[in-house]
């Protein structure tokens, strides 16, 4: 350390994550941008700067830089055939970090379009940029490289939301527990904030928004900035779960206009499962969030776009193109829609349980939640393979897990490897017709009463965390009056449709609808907000791809 910088020491992997291009691949890439020269000290790219772009280094060396309390850490130094930026640039997102020349040197600068028409043709260097690129990212959320600060308590419902939509959008940031902290007042008095506003969010050192909503955050961090509603879209997908990002990556990578809207983080329900072994392809098993992330760089890739913390609130179908109305009152008109809206967990009919959401009350089981139950006793209730995951997943710190299960048994609703897996671990517990009656605490969860119908036998326990993963309330209130929904509210399609369905929603065509068609043309329900949909992740991404063959061929009508 020294003059104010500090430089970081390289990751374990640095041949992949920094890796060099050979003569030929430069050649590649240099009629794709255009050659420019750099003087020692040029800013190429600041921090928080929109519209950057790709420096591929011809000649002398650019230093990737961010502020610190003592001045400046160095990431890394790129040199001859090294290349800048990292997930932020595919997405269009604001950079995390200054780029400068250290001395005169040469460079090809490749402009955002530039870049992502190079990693869809070329499919040696898209393999190493993509993987730089997702390494790189990796190595930012790990050291806490990120423009955020997260001051908040562990014991705060909010400040585990923020987290949570942080961790799972994939931007790096940093948490500073408000319980654990020493210097902590310190940092307060500098923004001044006190405790009454947490949780704090300090976005790119500047701005420090109070209690602010996940739409407040997604707009200081750039989310949306390079998103033009108001060009209309060949295809408009609502839900970036499993459904929706796999509709995603194959429509964008088959030559269509893409936008996709989710109302929080990429993933769904699938992306708050700790772990995923039954998803071909991944013998080992993969985490939700990983797959989740994995799919949303690859629908990036292809160009796909992403309208993050933004919720549909009404789907206007008096006309074609169809408008969606969006929660800031912006309206994207498209030609074909895909709802992947999904479900969410239904919540259990206990008096005060909402009180305690997220204190101490959850509805998804990460590395968070995990550590927060360290050597705890907790209640995951629940008898499908969501509740079977989370039971082993929490098993690994948590003390003891009580499995609580309202039916005889876990053969009817869960994957047998899940329930012999329970049975060899001994801290976990299962109790069949059993239920949770009572909730009690103060500002977080301390008691739960729980009844053994077999028995009619009544327990309390010191319990302060529950998991809730018992069945489905579909995401379709604001498809009112446009499409045809079962009984469950969920959206029918297809063959499931009734010629009374079609008569009453004055079905205009001489065609009947196709297999994942609602009842208006154009329009599709794929994955869990589907009537009659298949509860696994490879079936809700399968429905996606079919779908997205079905727009092809409604677009050529």
């Not at 003059?3 to 240099?30: C, D, K, W, Y």
């Not at 209730?381 to 098993?395: E, R, Y």
């Not at 446009?482 to 065509?509: I, N």
Request: overall charge negative; aromatic content about 6%.
């Amino acid at each position: 350390m020294a003059n104010g910088r500090h430089v970081l020491p390289p990751p374990a992997n640095a041949e992949q994550v920094f890796p060099t291009l050979s003569a030929e691949q430069m050649a590649r890439i240099e009629p794709r941008g255009r050659r420019r020269r750099a003087a020692a000290g040029e800013v190429l790219v600041a921090a928080g700067q929109s519209h950057t772009a790709c420096f591929v280094v011809l000649d002398g060396e650019i230093e990737v830089v961010r502020p610190s309390e003592i001045g400046e850490d160095v990431v890394t130094t790129h040199q001859r055939g090294h290349f800048s930026g990292e997930l932020n640039l595919l997405t269009g997102r604001r950079g995390l970090a200054t780029i400068r020349a250290v001395v005169d040197s040469e460079v090809i600068e490749l402009q955002r379009d530039d870049l992502l028409a190079l990693v869809q043709t070329d499919g040696e260097l898209s393999e190493i940029f993509m993987r730089a690129y997702i390494l790189r990212r990796v190595a930012l959320i790990s050291g806490g490289l990120g423009d955020v600060v997260l001051l908040g308590s562990s014991f705060n419902a909010r400040t585990l939301q923020i987290r949570e939509f942080l961790s799972r959008n994939a931007h790096p940031h940093n948490y500073v527990d408000l319980d654990r902290d020493d210097g902590v007042q310190e940092l307060l008095d500098r923004f001044h904030v006190s405790l009454s506003d947490v949780p704090v969010v300090i976005c790119r050192g500047e701005v420090v928004l109070r209690n602010p909503s996940n739409a407040n955050i997604a707009d200081c961090l750039g989310f949306n900035e390079e998103i033009d509603a108001t060009r209309i879209r060949d295809v408009v997908i609502i839900g970036a779960g499993p459904a929706g990002l796999g509709a995603a990556v194959y429509a964008a990578s088959e030559g269509l206009d893409v936008l996709v809207i989710e109302s929080n983080s990429p993933g769904g329900q699938a992306a708050s499962s700790s772990r995923i072994e039954n998803y071909l392809g991944f013998p080992s098993g993969i985490s939700g969030q990983d797959l989740a992330s994995r799919a949303f760089s690859q629908a990036e890739k292809f160009g796909a776009e992403m309208m993050i913390a933004k919720d549909a609130v009404k789907l206007h179908c008096e006309k074609q193109p169809y408008e969606l109305e969006i929660d800031d009152g912006t309206r994207v008109a498209a030609r074909a829609v895909m709802i992947a809206t999904g479900a969410e967990y239904r919540s259990l009919p206990v008096e005060n349980l909402s009180r305690f959401n997220g204190a101490g009350v959850y509805f998804g089981a990460t590395p968070m939640e995990s550590q927060l139950c360290r050597d705890c006793d907790v209640i995951v209730v629940g008898g499908g393979n969501s509740a079977g995951q989370a039971a082993t997943f929490l098993a690994q710190t948590a003390r003891r897990v009580l499995l609580l299960v309202r039916s005889d048994g876990l053969a009817a609703s869960m994957s047998r490897y899940l329930i012999r897996r329970i049975e060899q671990i001994p801290s976990i517990e299962v109790r069949t017709n059993c239920e949770i009656v009572a909730v009690e605490g103060g500002s977080h969860l301390e008691r739960v009463r729980w009844i053994d119908r077999k028995n009619d036998r009544e327990q309390t326990d010191d319990i302060r965390h529950v998991f809730v993963m018992t069945g489905a309330v579909p995401a379709t209130r604001w498809l009112e009056g446009c499409v045809a929904l079962d009984e469950g509210g969920f959206v029918k399609t297809g063959g499931d449709l009734s010629r009374d369905e079609l008569t009453a929603a004055r079905w205009p065509l001489a065609r009947p609808p196709h297999l994942l068609e609602t009842t208006l043309p154009r329009v599709f329900a794929i994955g869990d907000v589907r009537s009659g949909n298949v509860k696994r992740v490879a079936s809700a991404v399968g429905e996606g791809a079919i779908a997205v063959a079905l727009v092809h061929q409604v677009l050529r009508e």
